[in-house]
């Protein structure tokens, strides 16, 4: 407990507002408080069980309270010790304006309001009217099970819940059936007829494709073959094609064609949902 001596000089300190007057050689330090961040925000009230447990940072008692942060964690560790209690247990960390962990204290109202004592009155109705704020915002109502009401009230929050995820389900039920059909089918498509199942133009379906490694052009040629990757996968194949030759002979052509299975895959990375044509 601090000495009557103790707590007047107290008083006298924090009923000067202008701590230059105390200390010749102090110089004041402006820091931004949105460039800071507690880690984690101990300006609200944390709630434990059923009963709600409201904290306050030494960071917030001393903007609070005009006064520096490093002399409200003084005053902290002084009352702490005079009570006898660990103060590790209300420490905490934060970050600066540079990034950098802080030391910091999260004190609960009983500890709060004793710290707070000495200081000015005005002062410490700012601190008592931030805490009522924060034991309005963590106040909650307990559920009465035999009220009617509140249980007719649950009851539809709960019926509306069950509708959204039904609704939730049966579109990732489109989504499984869209490619299990897709993958099941039997086959392989040009390229062309793929982009056509995938609801997009072929030449989008080329330049992904292109992009992506899954296709590429021989130098001087005009067709597109596939990486061997992809065929070893199963998710392209190469079929030879007789094709008219521009002086009207036959010609055999290498075409590249997308399977089955790899039509799938494609409607998984390309779009959601695989618009699959009939």
Known sequence: ????????????????????????????????????????????????????????????????????????????????LDIGIDALKFQGIYLDAYNREKPCFNLPKDLTVTLITGYRADLRYKVVKRLEQLEGQGAWAAIDVRNPNQLALIASQLIEVNQEQAKQIEAMQVDVSAHERLSKADGSLNITEAAKNLAMRPKELFDWLSRNDWIYKRAGSANWLGYQTKCN???????????????????????????????????????????VVQ
Do not use: W
Not at 19 to 44: C, D, G, I, K, T
Not at 239 to 266: P, Y
């Open 233 to 275: 996968q199963g998710l392209l194949e190469h079929k030879s094609t007789t094709v008219k030759a521009s002086d009207g002979s036959d010609k055999i052509a290498e075409q590249v064609r997308v399977t089955a299975k790899g039509l799938s895959a494609l409607a998984k990375l390309i779009q959601p949902v695989a618009v």
């Open 1 to 80: 407990m601090m000495t009557q001596g103790a707590e007047n000089k107290e008083a006298e300190r924090c009923c000067n507002t202008n701590p230059a007057l105390n200390n010749p050689n102090y110089h004041e330090r402006n820091v931004s408080m949105n460039m800071e961040q507690a880690v984690p925000n101990s300006n609200f009230p944390m709630l434990s069980g059923n009963n709600p447990t409201i904290t306050m940072s030494s960071r917030e008692i001393a903007d609070l309270c005009e006064k520096r942060h490093d002399n409200v964690m003084a005053d902290i560790n002084k009352m702490l």
